[in-house]
């Protein structure tokens, strides 16, 4: 499956599964974490996809997902609101503008 043809946040997330790369990074006061003991900071993690999602009918539906690589080799993955209504609050987007893009967006090699 190309990632043109990955038209839902669903999809993704299965696509995700199927490779077991569907490992929640989850933000905290520390830094990010994947319930693994340990705390990344921007400067252990590489975003090296995303895709934005709008609402069709909703705006309030509209979300982003982080495809994210840490520096130990852990491929996962952050969801969240996008926009105005983001739901982690200014902390985590401070953090997550802190966390290197990996190639412009239509030139990251990560296929799903």
């Known amino acids: 499956m190309k990632t043109g043809?990955?038209?839902?946040l669903s999809s993704i997330m299965d696509k995700l599964?199927?490779?077991k790369l569907d490992t929640e990074f989850k933000w905290s006061e520390q830094g990010f974490t994947a319930d693994r003991g340990k705390f990344y900071q921007p400067e252990n993690l590489t975003i090296i996809?995303?895709?934005?999602?709008e609402g069709d009918s909703n705006?309030?539906?509209?979300?982003?997902?982080?495809?994210?690589?840490?520096?130990?080799?852990?491929i996962g993955y952050c969801l969240d609101a996008y926009g105005a209504n983001t739901n982690q609050g200014p902390e985590f987007n401070n953090?997550?503008?802190?966390?290197p893009v990996e190639g412009r967006e239509d030139q990251i090699e990560f296929d799903l």
């Open 59 to 74: 705006p309030d539906d509209s979300s982003i997902l982080y495809v994210i690589k840490a520096e130990d080799g852990l």
């Open 49 to 53: 996809r995303t895709y934005r999602f």
């Open 17 to 19: 599964r199927e490779k």
């Open 95 to 99: 953090f997550i503008r802190n966390v």
């Open 5 to 8: 043809d990955l038209t839902t």
